[in-house]
């Protein structure tokens, strides 16, 4: 079975400092590993994706996340964080075996950027 | 949202009354899925479908049923809802003309109450 586990219910920042939302992972196949973003009462955007390749993907509005074989995480991290980055954070992943593209989600992480 | 509606945006029913929702693309993906979001829990699948007429069951399919007949719309049935049915629904498509290991896009959502 895959899982997602992101530790930290909330993350403060304050503006103009950089950030890190953590995500680890299990899976018994090469993992493909999402991060999306939700703003209130909207659904889930997607920001990036790691399939293969380069350890360090970037994505939309600045972020990038760097993928961890070793330590199985997939963080997601921005230089320099913006008032309007406060969101909700989900991680994501599969199985590359999987088929149907079936993904599981963590518990999600509330970003609070304040100013 | 990618082409992607939700109706219901907003419903409240009664315990033991039957409920639909209903998904609708016009992006012409292949796959459809239906997941739940409660607190704490982040997205949990409920069902997925891999074509017309092709579902399978998620994670909390219990209490659930789907229906999908035509390529763009994707119906979840709550037979006989109960209040453990209370959540936000939203419903997700992937695997359009480009390469297989898509991102999936999300909905608006579905908030449903039941009493």
């Known amino acids: 079975a895959q899982s997602v586990a992101q530790p930290e219910d909330q993350v403060n920042v304050a503006e103009g400092n950089p950030l890190t939302v953590k995500c680890t992972y299990s899976v018994s196949g090469n993992p493909y590993l999402f991060w999306y973003v939700q703003y209130p009462n909207r659904g889930l955007q997607f920001l990036l994706k790691?399939?293969?390749?380069?350890?360090l993907v970037k994505g939309s509005y600045g972020f990038e996340a760097e993928f961890n074989k070793s330590q199985t995480s997939f963080h997601l991290k921005k230089p320099s964080a913006l008032v309007s980055d406060s969101a909700l954070y989900f991680c994501?992943?599969?199985?590359?075996?999987?088929?149907?593209?079936?993904?599981?989600f963590g518990g999600g992480t509330r970003l609070m950027v304040k100013p | 949202d990618a082409g992607i509606t939700q109706s219901p945006r907003h419903k409240v029913t009664e315990t033991g009354t039957p409920v639909t929702l209903r998904c609708h693309q016009t992006e012409n993906h292949r796959y459809m899925y239906w997941y739940r979001q409660d607190p704490g829990h982040g997205l949990r699948l409920i069902h997925y479908s891999y074509g017309v007429k092709d579902t399978d069951k998620g994670e909390v399919s219990d209490g659930y049923s789907v229906s999908r007949s035509k390529t763009e719309d994707f119906l979840l049935t709550l037979e006989s809802a109960t209040s453990s049915q209370t959540s936000v629904y939203f419903c997700a498509i992937s695997g359009g003309l480009a390469k297989a290991n898509n991102e999936q896009f999300f909905g608006p959502g579905t908030r449903l109450t039941v009493l």
């Open positions: 790691y399939i293969t390749g380069d350890n």
């Open positions: 994501a992943v599969r199985d590359g075996g999987n088929a149907g593209n079936m993904l599981t």
